[in-house]
């Protein structure tokens, strides 16, 4: 079966976490991507948080899937000669370095143009332009300019950084959109474009409902936060706790078990349609008629109240119980689901998001695989290459070298790092 991105290649100079992320889903939707390396020491990520000793690291190997790997010395002669014919061959060049580190290997704008005027260059950066925008940034850091974390936690501690990788995976995935676009737009126009991210911005993206709120506190109290009614405001957006951002007041509530179990909680929505339907099941059917209770307005400034006695409910009964009833009356809700719930649960493995990887030094694994579901280009979870395991392949096969030359290149300092 062909794949939506058949024919694509892909020349992936990226590293750690963000552009790994895009140039993974581009490899599951088909393109040939070729990660180029360092000699000897690969992207860092294969030896950071090893818990195999010898082996790649599920950081690198969860990052990594469906790509070959070619180990260049970006900075060598024999390596910059291979990296040219990597130019001129590939359609799309990707790279998350700090800023001003291509350029100084030699592949500024003009010359990767000059060399292939199609190339789509596309660019990870913590910033773009600015007072920062010569900083190396990582996940939190862009989670803390972004906005995420001074509106993540409660209003009585400090800010938050949240465990989904909305500075790396998320600006990946911003990237990766670019990336289709430029190749779509290059299919009218015949010329490549440089497609650039700032992680600042990504998450910023995900925290735009954020920006909606700071500009509502000009009109008056944001009501659906649990701010309000008993503390006053003040200029700026604060934390929501676990208040859902959007005009249907939700919050985590404990259920059965919470004592021993961190995660038997469940997060509730009082979606106004159904409200009839929760006081019933929470055993309040007074409360359908009652003026303080029966209409959205109303029921606002007593948030804290409702909460507790729905949760009074929760408690006697699991998160799966509580889904099993709730679900019957359509009241959206969801169990919080810790990992080792995830990674056992049969419905993420059947349909792929969850899958289990061999790997030839570290063995069988679980990674999460293509989120995005297309029914005319199946995505295959390959497992990640090992350093350099495709020198000679690319040099032959992609970049067509004779035999004489390919053994040249593979014994030269530009593969193999060693002079
Ligand atoms: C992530 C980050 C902080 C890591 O910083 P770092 O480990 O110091 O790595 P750098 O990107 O600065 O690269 C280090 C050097 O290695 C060099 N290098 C990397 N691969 C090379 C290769 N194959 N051949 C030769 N040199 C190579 C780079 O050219 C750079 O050289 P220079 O700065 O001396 O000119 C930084 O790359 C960054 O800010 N990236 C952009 C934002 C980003 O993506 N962050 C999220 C990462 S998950």
């Not at 469906?66 to 000669?81: C, P």
Request: charge should be negative; charged fraction near 25%; aromatic fraction near 8%.
């Amino acid at each position: 079966m062909s794949k939506a991105l058949d024919g694509v290649k892909i020349l992936d100079f990226t590293h750690v976490q963000s552009g790994p992320t895009c140039t993974q889903l581009l490899a599951w939707f088909g393109a040939d991507v070729i990660k180029v390396e360092r000699p000897g020491v690969g992207d860092i990520t294969r030896g950071q948080l090893q818990d195999v000793k010898g082996a790649d690291s599920l950081y690198f190997t969860m990052l990594n899937h469906n790509k070959r790997s070619i180990t260049i010395d970006g900075r060598d002669k024999s390596g910059k000669e291979v990296l040219d014919a990597l130019v001129k061959t590939c359609d799309v060049m990707v790279e998350n370095f700090a800023p001003g580190a291509l350029d100084r290997m030699g592949y500024t704008w003009e010359r990767i143009q000059a060399l292939n005027p199609k190339m789509i260059l596309a660019s990870i950066k913590g910033f773009g332009p600015g007072p920062y925008e010569d900083c190396k940034v990582y996940e939190n850091v862009a989670q803390c300019a972004g906005g995420a974390a001074s509106t993540t936690g409660f209003d009585d501690g400090p800010p938050l950084v949240t465990g989904a990788q909305i500075g790396d995976s998320g600006t990946g995935l911003h990237l990766a959109l670019g990336i289709v676009a430029a190749l779509f737009q290059r299919n009218s126009t015949g010329r490549g474009q440089k497609v650039d991210v700032a992680m600042q911005d990504g998450v910023l993206n995900l925290c735009r409902v954020k920006l909606r709120d700071q500009q509502r506190l000009a009109h008056g109290p944001l009501t659906e936060y649990p701010q309000y009614p008993d503390t006053e405001f003040g200029d700026t957006v604060p934390r929501a706790g676990n208040a859902s951002g959007g005009g249907q007041p939700g919050w985590i509530l404990k259920c059965k078990g919470w004592e021993t179990d961190p995660n038997a909680y469940i997060y509730f929505i009082a979606q106004a349609p159904v409200w009839e339907a929760i006081c019933d099941v929470i055993g309040k059917p007074e409360w359908k008629t009652d003026p303080d209770y029966a209409k959205p307005p109303a029921r606002l400034p007593r948030l804290k109240h409702i909460w507790d006695t729905i949760e009074a409910w929760t408690m006697s009964v699991t998160k799966f119980e509580a889904m099993e009833t709730l679900n019957k009356y359509d009241i959206p809700c969801g169990p919080i689901l810790s990992m080792k719930e995830i990674s056992e649960d049969q419905s993420l493995r059947a349909t792929g998001t969850v899958v289990e990887v061999d790997h030839p030094t570290r063995g069988k694994y679980l990674s999460v695989g293509n989120p995005i579901k297309m029914s005319d280009s199946i995505s295959e979870v390959k497992r990640s290459p090992l350093l350099g395991e495709h020198n000679a392949e690319i040099l032959k096969d992609v970049l067509g070298f004779d035999d004489a030359k390919v053994a040249e290149l593979l014994a030269s300092p530009g593969l193999t790092g060693k002079r």
